[in-house]
Every structure is written in C-alpha cells, then in structure tokens.
C-alpha cells in the first residue's frame, strides 16, 4: 500500500497503475447525484462553489449520521456510474480524483485520461470500517439534501484502490480478462 498525502501532485497521480492500492490522508469532498446536480446549478449560474475544485478529491459517498464521540457514521461508496456525466464537467473543471465503487462508461474513462485524473474504488460493504478512517466530518453545502450533502471530510490512512489510472488503466477490464484466460 502507498501512503499518499492530499491533494496529490500530478505527477503522484501519474504515478499510480490501477490496481494500486492506496492510503490516502488529507480532504476529501463527498457528493453523490444530488450534489453533483446542485454543483453544476450552482456553475451554470456563476455562483461560488462550495469547495475548490482544482485538485479536488470527490467521494460518491451519503454518510449515516455519527453516533456519539464519532466523526461520521457508517461511510460506504455508492456506485459510480450515475455521475459519470457530471463528473467529466467536473473533472474539465479541475477536480482530478473521484471515489466510488464499480465500473464507469468509456466516456467518463476516455475524460479521465485526458484529464489526467484517477477513479479509485473503495471497498462496497464495509462503510463501518471505513469511516475509521474518517476523522472529521463537516456539512458544507446544500443541507437540504440531506445525506447526499456537501461535507468536508478530513482522512487518515483511507484505504483505496487504483480502479482507472491517468494512462486508461482499468482493473476492471483486466481482472476480467484475467478470468476468461484462466
């Protein structure tokens, strides 16, 4: 595993082969459908955005509320695919590094390496342990969506995987590749 600081350099990012796996620690910005719908509202009408986008990590993610003495409850990716079109704004935009889980369309990834950016997958069904690694949780923007609001998540040691790298890497492909040779 590679410990890496945020927000990564470009030259970590182009450092990075998917199925790397990767601990992350610094702020990340959570936003699912809603939020990304709410973002683009907010740039189609010339209004600040509730983060910087430059360099910005953004994980597909609606948290449960905390439970006493924690950051955040339970934390787990949602799937990835229904931002797609979204993201590849967001990703022209600046935003380089979007968390989630599953597979995207060839659009979003044909956007990524242009871009230079990475998608890396958290691990579905273990938003528990996850938000372990999760050590302050603040609303931002857009309370009214409730869990699919804008927060502002600082992160230590946030496991990850390398799903897409900057050069078309894809570990989905190739773990099904894998498999029809095996």
């Known amino acids: 595993m590679k410990k890496l600081n945020l927000p990564l350099s470009e030259q970590e990012i182009l450092s990075l082969q998917s199925g790397d796996g990767v601990l992350l ?4 910005y959570t936003a699912r459908d809603a939020a ?8 189609d009408a010339g209004r600040t955005l509730p983060f910087p986008l430059t360099g ?19 934390a787990g990716p949602t799937s990835s695919y229904r931002m797609d079109r979204q993201a590849m704004v967001l990703l022209e935009l600046g935003a380089r590094i979007s968390i ?34 999760i050590k302050s ?17 600082v992160v230590e040691d946030f496991p990850v995987i390398v799903a897409y ?7 989905f492909e190739s773990g099904r590749s894998r498999y029809r040779k095996g």
């Open 36 to 43: 990304h719908k709410r973002i683009l509202e907010d740039l």
């Open 100 to 133: 989630g889980k599953g597979d995207r369309s060839p659009e979003f990834k044909e956007k990524l390496k242009e871009c230079r950016g990475l998608y890396l997958a958290a691990i579905g069904g273990a938003g528990a342990l996850i938000s372990q690694s």
């Open 137 to 153: 949780c603040e609303l931002i923007a857009y309370p009214d969506l409730g869990p699919e609001a804008v927060h502002r998540l």
């Open 56 to 74: 910005s990590v953004i994980y597909y993610v609606g948290p449960t509320p905390a439970k006493p003495g924690e950051a955040i409850g339970s």
């Open 165 to 171: 790298d900057a050069w078309g890497g894809d570990i």
């Open 25 to 28: 620690s610094g702020v990340i």
